[in-house]
């Protein structure tokens, strides 16, 4: 018994090792292995069509379109279009105001979610490169040109932004938020250098147009659609001098529906475009895919288990140190995490709070992707 437990334990811990430091670790190594390149031509400059998702804005988009305005990019050969996907505010009447300096509103009726929005908006463009951007992303003068220059290279197919954040260490969600980003950004540079990011940031963003694929409205669009990308035997690459800024989520309970929303239209997505891959036999996407998302999105459920495995050796094997010390040490771990909520101001419980927010909406994310049908609309109050 005990050294089934014992076994049981050790395979948890190292999953969860995995999930949390291995595929970076791996990632990083091969990364240094790796002799791709890209070419970059800093006077190349295509026609791009700045396309801005939103839906009830108007707290926002005056700003947002007034930095889009000021972007370092010739004027002839940028279209700014604002999608508003049934807006009931001002966020219309707000860019109309600009439709002397040549912005688009294109409206759709019905409220039909960003990803479907977006696929009915693109159908009109003949530009060559695509931008995706938010309401609420205020973009560094020159991200425009640091996008477009990576696509001198004919074998990039679409090139991410880097996100930062405006308050990014004013609240534990702020510094939580920062740390998570840090590390999401350096698997980013090195699986670029690899050739294969498997998720691009959603506000800032640029592609291929002959290469957009018609997603389905319930799947989040900045991961399933780079996978898209690497199917059709084009790359996906980071740039991070290409710099988008963002406020964070307020609270646990936004960031827990936020991080849920896009947990479960991750899950979605890679369940649509997986078997485009297989057919592409882009293994090494595929490898990718499953070391860096499938691993942290069941990693709750290697943490529930290793939780029970080692309360029933504390209890089964009471002689047993091992058991009893690690059950411990989680439970102190869990209690960090919920005292979290009514002590935000400490570092260390409001870290433990992000760690279990993440964990918890990645469970009921699982839960939910195969119990129920994801909505393809998004609240601007959460994201």
């Not at 004027?75 to 439709?99: A, H, P, W």
């Not at 530009?127 to 973009?139: G, K, N």
């Not at 003068?141 to 696509?151: G, I, S, Y």
Request: proline share 2%.
């Amino acid at each position: 018994m005990y050294n089934i437990l014992l076994a049981l334990s050790l395979i948890l811990i190292l999953c969860i090792l995995y999930a949390l430091f291995g595929h970076i670790l791996l990632t990083l190594f091969l990364s240094l292995l790796s002799k791709s390149s890209i070419k970059k031509e800093e006077d190349y400059l295509p026609e791009v069509c700045f396309m801005i998702a939103a839906f009830n804005e108007e707290a926002f988009m005056a700003k947002k379109l007034r930095n889009t305005l000021g972007l370092d990019y010739p004027k002839d050969l940028i279209k700014i279009v604002v999608v508003s996907d049934g807006s009931t505010d001002q966020t219309d009447e707000i860019v109309r105001g600009f439709e002397n300096e040549g912005i688009e509103l294109v409206r759709v009726e019905g409220r039909v979610g960003k990803t479907e929005a977006r696929n009915q908006a693109i159908k009109e463009r003949t530009e060559d490169i695509i931008i995706f951007s938010d309401a609420t992303a205020i973009y560094e003068k020159d991200a425009v040109r640091k996008l477009v220059r990576n696509f001198a290279d004919e074998t990039i197919g679409m090139v991410s932004g880097k996100l930062s954040y405006f308050d990014q260490t004013s609240s534990h969600m702020g510094r939580a938020t920062k740390l998570y980003w840090s590390y999401e950004q350096l698997i980013k540079k090195s699986q670029s250098r690899l050739r294969t990011l498997t998720g691009a940031v959603g506000c800032i963003n640029a592609f291929r147009r002959e290469l957009y694929y018609h997603l389905p409205a319930n799947v989040i669009e900045d991961f399933t659609f780079p996978i898209m990308v690497v199917a059709q035997g084009k790359r996906v690459i980071f740039e991070p001098e290409a710099i988008a800024y963002e406020r964070t989520t307020q609270n646990s309970s936004q960031e827990f529906k936020m991080r849920l929303r896009v947990i479960r239209g991750g899950m979605t997505g890679f369940r649509f475009a997986l078997p485009k891959l297989i057919l592409a036999k882009q293994w090494s996407a595929i490898i990718q895919l499953f070391s860096h998302k499938v691993m942290r999105w069941l990693m709750p459920i290697f943490l529930i288990l290793l939780f029970l495995v080692t309360l029933l050796g504390a209890f089964a094997e009471t002689h047993s140190i091992l058991f009893k010390t690690l059950f411990i040490l989680q439970t102190i771990a869990y209690g960090l995490g919920l005292l979290g909520i009514y002590f935000p101001k400490n570092k260390i419980m409001g870290f433990a709070n992000y760690f279990l927010i993440m964990n918890s909406a990645s469970l009921s994310a699982l839960i939910k992707t195969f119990s129920e049908e994801l909505e393809a609309t998004w609240d601007t109050n959460i994201y």
